[in-house]
């Protein structure tokens, strides 16, 4: 289930990118980011045993620092799978205009957006019991392309495929954010250890493992790729294209590229409804405890129990994120930026917790971790713009939204607190 997690849409939209500056040597930057997310990843997974119980980031931060850091850290980390869900949105319609030349995606993007927005958003809307059954057949679909790829590595092996120069070397630490935003989903992993036999105990034995396999698959798979390709094609036509270059008749050509083009796509759908079933969920959760402003319309549930207002609301949001932020590798940096924040901030829980605790070998260890992020942080901003300006203006629509939830939970505190006292 943690692999499953893991994986998504992130590790077919990102290699062409990453290739496209990286080259030959870009199936290297799947197990350089993993070491570089490694101290994270155990700082998070030493938060959920330190601070056990359901709530993810909100629990790791309200505990380990205060609840108002613990409500940030659950903001940043919705924002972040908000951007994430636009990323997605984005990278399929680009890649269906490519595919197909259809109309309405070339001509009215924002009009695709806003029915692909309310075609998930309605979705998620129904009976949990209809959702589960959709995602596990998507879960099957998004899985076939992955270790087909992979697996193809043993007929297409060219020892002169790779050339290594130094200028490709260079270009690895730019393609760190595409990277990063396929490794995503580890933390989810981790807030649910509460629910493992054994307990919290087995989340670092679980989410470890998981992260491992995760960073070999996505190595072999993007090299796979390159043996198949080639990266100038890679970069030129994406992923998708991958069944033109097998050198298979026409029929099978045209066979294996509806299969496995279909299972790419389902794959985007599939991030998509997950994403915003987590957001409308959270939504929904963190009205309903109260914690911010607006319960009596955000916790309206239809018929199957499923909170339409907050969903309908969500929605919205989506689609204006979509139409302010309008470059999926932008979006792609700002869901970085989001689920980062989230990370750091539990750092900074764990740290303060080893402090009070005067356990200074791990004190270390999670500085350590937070000198990852910081690496991390200043490469996901490089990638936003090429100077200041550029940067600061792509970031204004998470900082406008990080602006409105502290409004609605401040409103709220204010609001709740006669009744407290």
Known sequence: ???????????????????????????????????????????????SRVFPGEGGFYNYCSQGINKVMGFVAQWCYMLGY?????????????????????????????????????????????ALGVISKLQSTITIFKLLPLFFV???????????????????????????????????????????????????????????????????????????????????NLTAFGVLAFPGFMKLSAAMTSFISTVIVGSIFLCYCGTIFGTSLANITNIFTLARQKVIIGGGALTKTNAWGRPTIAGLVYGIVLWLFLVAVTNKYVLMALANIGICSALTLTLVALLLFYLRKQNYLQVLITLVGLGSASITFYYIWMAIGTNLWERS?????LVALLGVGLVLYAIQQRVGAPSRR
């Open 1 to 47: 289930m943690s692999i499953n997690i893991i994986i998504g849409a992130g590790i077919f939209a990102g290699p062409q990118r990453i290739t496209e500056l990286a080259g030959d040597v870009g199936f290297l930057i799947w197990p350089l980011v993993s070491l570089l997310m490694f101290p994270i990843v155990w700082g998070v997974v030493q938060a």
């Open 82 to 126: 908000l951007a994430t869900a636009a990323a997605i949105t984005a990278s399929l319609r680009n890649d269906l205009a490519s595919s197909i030349n259809i109309e309405i995606i070339t001509q009215h993007p924002h009009l695709f957006d806003a029915l692909v927005v309310a075609f998930f958003t309605a979705l998620n809307l129904l």
């Open 150 to 232: 992979v697996g193809l590595l043993a007929w297409y092996w060219n020892p002169f495929a790779v050339t290594y120069g130094h200028a490709q070397f260079s270009g690895l630490c730019l393609a760190i954010p595409s990277a990063l935003f396929a490794y995503w989903g580890f933390e989810a992993c981790c807030s649910i250890g509460h629910l493992l036999e054994g307990g919290p105990r087995q989340v670092g034995k679980v989410a470890l493992t998981a992260f491992g396999l995760v960073t070999v698959t996505y190595m072999f798979f993007h090299l796979s790729l390159i043996h198949i390709m080639g990266s100038g």
């Open 393 to 397: 203006m792509a970031v204004m629509p």
